[in-house]
């Protein structure tokens, strides 16, 4: 039996460390290696398979650059990705005692050689209607059989990526540094099913199709998901994935929320206004949508509902109809739990204050605080 150490160069990992010596460099290389390794790998796949043959792929990874490297492994292999499952096999009380941050569902690709008659060359725009009527169709289907949070958005990847394998090479829309056209990367495809996930939350709390920035998204979704404002770290992740395609530090060190060991908690608004700059939190041309809307209410919680209606007209909140689809949505996402007569969130209490004061006739009070969502917890 061989009693040396694994080939760890050889392996097909993004391994950071290896490229340490490159300074801020490592990580594109590490990723770069990673890519040519798997498509290596995926070459000598397509070599041995038989021209009828199948290439089944087991993939759970939930971040979004870790699909475009195996899309455009698979892709410049040879391959096309003909159809997906999303396949259960993880129960959530395992995931949530473990703290693991995992998706539940693991995605099987089904491949086929991509027929040679397949000439490509066909521009990212021109495939964009069939990649969002995809990406929409994965996700009602996958959604009436029970999935949800990151695993749905996992779960339209596949359908995705079946668009463009079918017709790559496929050609960005965007010219490379030399002017040139460029291939694209699936992960522009990728943002496509994540806007479709988003839009259909966003249609469900505010009631119309609407588009709000994505640290606005992520305090929405998580209030909408949770029901509080705090949550474990796995989970907001797994949120912020599906937001913003990137890490939750990303949006903690924005100041979006805090975290400490296993938890991330929602600033309120009075927390985030001692962040931020009057003037531009009340900016309607700077910041972020969810700063503005927080900004008013711990302008109401501090100086009363006068106050906070004089700040609105003053920045043209009042009238801005995206401004109004907001504080619909954030009524509609913050719960509405009381004890004893008293709303128990000091961001219900104030949200329903100023809509029902100011924002009668474009926001509806919710009855049920139970509203439906696409992220639900155990």
């Given at each position: 039996m061989p009693t040396g150490l694994a080939d760890t160069a050889s392996e097909a990992v993004a391994n950071v460390a290896r490229f340490a010596h490159t300074g801020r460099r490592k990580k594109e290389l590490a990723t770069l290696d990673y890519e040519a390794k798997m498509q290596a790998i995926f070459a000598e796949a397509h070599r041995a398979l038989a021209d009828d043959g199948v290439l089944t792929v087991m993939f759970t990874h939930k971040k979004a650059e870790a699909w475009d490297t195996l899309g455009m492994a698979l892709m410049e292999a040879g391959f096309q990705i003909e159809t997906s499952w999303p396949v259960n096999t993880e129960s959530q009380q395992s995931l949530h005692i473990a703290k693991k941050n995992a998706a539940a569902s693991t995605i099987?690709?089904?491949?086929?050689?991509?027929?040679?008659?397949?000439?490509?060359?066909?521009?990212?725009?021109?495939?964009?209607?069939?990649?969002?009527?995809?990406?929409?169709?994965?996700?009602?289907?996958?959604?009436?059989?029970?999935?949800?949070?990151?695993?749905?958005?996992?779960?339209?990847?596949?359908?995705?990526?079946?668009?463009?394998?079918?017709?790559?090479?496929?050609?960005?829309?965007?010219?490379?540094?030399?002017?040139?056209?460029?291939?694209?990367?699936?992960?522009?495809?990728?943002?496509?099913?994540?806007?479709?996930?988003?839009?259909?939350?966003?249609?469900?709390?505010?009631?119309?199709?609407?588009?709000f920035d994505p640290p606005t998204d992520f305090v929405l979704f998580a209030w909408n998901t949770f029901k509080a404002a705090e949550f474990p770290y796995d989970d907001a992740r797994k949120l912020a994935v599906a937001c913003a395609g990137s890490d939750i530090d990303d949006l903690v060190k924005g100041g979006v929320a805090s975290k400490t060991t296993g938890t991330v908690t929602l600033r309120s608004p009075k927390e985030r206004m001692k962040q931020t700059v009057e003037a531009k939190t009340l900016d309607p041309?700077?910041?972020?949508?969810?700063?503005?809307?927080?900004?008013?209410?711990?302008?109401?919680?501090?100086?009363?509902?006068?106050?906070?209606?004089?700040?609105?007209?003053?920045?043209?909140?009042?009238?801005?109809?995206?401004?109004?689809?907001?504080?619909?949505?954030?009524?509609?996402?913050?719960?509405?739990?009381?004890?004893?007569?008293?709303?128990?969130?000091?961001?219900?209490?104030?949200?329903?204050?100023?809509?029902?004061?100011?924002?009668?006739?474009?926001?509806?009070?919710?009855?049920?605080?139970?509203?439906?969502?696409?992220?639900?917890?155990?």
């Amino acid at each position: 039996m061989p009693t040396g150490l694994a080939d760890t160069a050889s392996e097909a990992v993004a391994n950071v460390a290896r490229f340490a010596h490159t300074g801020r460099r490592k990580k594109e290389l590490a990723t770069l290696d990673y890519e040519a390794k798997m498509q290596a790998i995926f070459a000598e796949a397509h070599r041995a398979l038989a021209d009828d043959g199948v290439l089944t792929v087991m993939f759970t990874h939930k971040k979004a650059e870790a699909w475009d490297t195996l899309g455009m492994a698979l892709m410049e292999a040879g391959f096309q990705i003909e159809t997906s499952w999303p396949v259960n096999t993880e129960s959530q009380q395992s995931l949530h005692i473990a703290k693991k941050n995992a998706a539940a569902s693991t995605i099987m690709l089904v491949c086929r050689k991509r027929p040679a008659t397949s000439t490509g060359g066909v521009f990212f725009d021109d495939l964009v209607p069939d990649i969002r009527q995809a990406a929409r169709t994965a996700v009602k289907e996958f959604a009436a059989a029970g999935i949800d949070g990151v695993d749905l958005l996992l779960s339209s990847y596949g359908p995705v990526l079946s668009v463009i394998s079918e017709h790559w090479p496929v050609l960005s829309s965007k010219a490379d540094e030399s002017g040139n056209a460029r291939r694209l990367r699936p992960e522009e495809a990728l943002d496509v099913a994540r806007e479709e996930l988003l839009a259909a939350e966003r249609r469900a709390l505010v009631g119309k199709d609407m588009q709000f920035d994505p640290p606005t998204d992520f305090v929405l979704f998580a209030w909408n998901t949770f029901k509080a404002a705090e949550f474990p770290y796995d989970d907001a992740r797994k949120l912020a994935v599906a937001c913003a395609g990137s890490d939750i530090d990303d949006l903690v060190k924005g100041g979006v929320a805090s975290k400490t060991t296993g938890t991330v908690t929602l600033r309120s608004p009075k927390e985030r206004m001692k962040q931020t700059v009057e003037a531009k939190t009340l900016d309607p041309k700077a910041g972020t949508m969810i700063d503005r809307l927080w900004g008013i209410l711990a302008i109401a919680e501090s100086s009363g509902l006068a106050a906070a209606k004089a700040a609105m007209d003053r920045a043209g909140m009042s009238s801005d109809q995206k401004f109004s689809s907001l504080v619909q949505a954030a009524v509609n996402a913050v719960p509405r739990t009381k004890k004893k007569g008293e709303f128990t969130r000091p961001e219900a209490e104030w949200l329903d204050k100023l809509a029902s004061t100011y924002f009668a006739g474009s926001v509806e009070l919710p009855e049920d605080p139970d509203s439906g969502r696409l992220f639900d917890v155990d």
